[in-house]
């Protein structure tokens, strides 16, 4: 393979890997969320998979997403080092391409995320000034 086909190979997996991660911690913060409503409110509706409450529920949610994503991104890991060891180019050319595009696709994930929340916390306590549920921004 050229080096171009290369560090497409290793640059897509990287950023897989980054994804990962970025949904990983989205969908533990949104289940910790839920979670947390759902103990103030000490409702006993939304149980499910055979869990006596709805807070069961959510927390062995919670813990099926955390063990999916983790085995999604050491899955990703694994692959990455494979591409990377067996590139005909060398680690030392590839193992600095793939440890950039992660450190490259992080630091675009916090700075999108900052923005984005940011913006989205705006929007949100003006709907919440207004009372207006419509003008909250859109999932």
Do not use: W
């Amino acid at each position: 393979m050229t080096l171009m086909t290369e560090v497409l190979l290793v640059t897509g997996v990287a950023l897989d890997l980054v994804g990962a991660g970025v949904l990983s911690h989205a969908h533990n913060a949104e289940s910790i969320v839920e979670l947390r409503e759902e103990i103030s409110e000490d409702g006993e509706d939304g149980s499910a998979l055979g869990e006596p409450d709805a807070i069961s529920t959510h927390a062995r949610l919670l813990a099926e997403k955390r063990i999916g994503f983790l085995l999604l991104t050491v899955g990703l890991v694994i692959y990455l080092c494979g591409l990377v060891s067996k590139s005909p180019e060398g680690v030392a050319t590839m193992a600095p391409i793939a440890a950039g595009a992660v450190i490259i696709g992080l630091a675009i994930s916090v700075a999108f995320t900052k923005v984005a929340g940011d913006r989205i916390r705006t929007q949100a306590r003006r709907a919440s000034a207004q009372d207006d549920p419509d003008a909250l921004p859109e999932q």
